[in-house]
């Protein structure tokens, strides 16, 4: 019962700083809102490469599932760089 609170109170505190972060970053110029959404994409990217990359290794096997999220993290950080996802407004 203690660690299910512990989870709820947790998954809160944790929500509410997403939100009040959320809150602050619609105050803040559309140049620095494109380098932040640039930011994360490029980290969103790396972190799916990381994860499929090391899954594939780790189990000394091909999985298509594995190499589905390495090619998906791929193809998002290309995209980013060539500015596909989020393209700048003229």
Known sequence: M?????????????????????IKLLKISEVKKYKYRRLFW???SIIFML?????LIEKAEFYWSFFLEFLVGLIIFILNFLEKIDPKKA
Do not use: A
Request: glycine residues 14%; hydrophobic residues 50%.
């Open 2 to 22: 203690s660690k299910g609170l512990l989870i709820l109170f947790l998954t809160i505190i944790i929500v509410g700083l997403i939100h009040y972060i959320s």
């Open 42 to 44: 490029y980290l969103y």
């Open 51 to 55: 994860s499929g990359g090391i899954n």
